[in-house]
T-cell receptor, first 113, second 113 residues
Framework: DGGITQSPKYLFRKEGQNVTLSCEQN?????MYWYRQDPGQGLRLIYY???????QKGDIAEGYSVSREKKESFPLTVTSAQKNPTAFYLC????????????FGNGTRLTVT | SQQGEEDPQALSIQEGENATMNCSYK?????LQWYRQNSGRGLVHLIL?????REKHSGRLRVTLDTSKKSSSLLITASRAADTASYFC?????????????FGQGTTLQVKP
């Protein structure tokens, strides 16, 4: 079955530690995205990648970093510079980067204490 | 930057009734998409309507788009308990070629059996 896999589902970290969230897709999609969702809120775009080895900042990129070395993978690192990292993180992909529907993973809930 | 705003924020209806959710946006769009999110899960794409379309149907879903008012509505007919979820609109701006989707804050729908 094609889809997007995010792991782990729940992640707990101490303040000051960097943490990397995994996102893998087998849909052969060119574009991949990371969104952050806070309770009762919509999604805010962190980073997106339209093609391998290229990525752009979204609306809330500060304190985050990404890489796109393979078409299938788009890991997100939440660094210690991110002021409020506790949130629900969603990875998505789309066939083309120009307004195609997004396919989402089931998210990673990160709690930093 | 959040483009879409959904109204109402929360909606509670009885099974069998119709549910209508509205979305307003600010800038000229290429297309508008509706997504559903079950609690604690990723989003699922429901329907895409292009800027030159006025109405679209998919099963029990009916979406309308009024570009002059910069608004869209999602109608779910003959609702079921399984329709209980949050519903988000997302817009793709016409300017630039990034194709980024900007999500609204969502409408939480509860369908009582």
């Amino acid at each position: 079955d094609g889809g997007i896999t995010q792991s782990p589902k729940y992640l707990f970290r101490k303040e000051g530690q960097n943490v990397t969230l995994s996102c893998e897709q087998n849909l052969n999609h060119d574009a991949m995205y990371w969104y952050r969702q806070d309770p009762g809120q919509g999604l805010r775009l962190i980073y997106y990648s339209q093609i391998v080895n290229d990525f752009q900042k979204g609306d809330i990129a500060e304190g985050y970093s990404v890489s796109r070395e393979k078409k299938e993978s788009f890991p997100l690192t939440v660094t210690s510079a991110q002021k409020n990292p506790t949130a629900f993180y969603l990875c998505a992909s789309s066939l083309s980067p120009y307004g195609s529907p997004l396919h989402f993973g089931n998210g990673t809930r990160l709690t930093v204490t | 930057s959040q483009q879409g705003e959904e109204d109402p924020q929360a909606l509670s209806i009885q099974e069998g009734e119709n549910a209508t959710m509205n979305c307003s946006y600010k800038t000229s769009i290429n297309n508008l998409q509706w997504y559903r999110q079950n609690s604690g899960r990723g989003l699922v794409h429901l329907i895409l309507i292009r800027s030159n379309e006025r109405e679209k149907h998919s099963g029990r879903l009916r979406v309308t788009l009024d570009t002059s008012k910069k608004s869209s509505s999602l109608l779910i007919t003959a609702s079921r308990a399984a329709d209980t979820a949050s519903y988000f609109c997302a817009t793709v701006a016409n300017s630039g070629n990034t194709g980024k989707l900007i999500f609204g804050q969502g409408t939480t729908l509860q369908v009582k059996p």
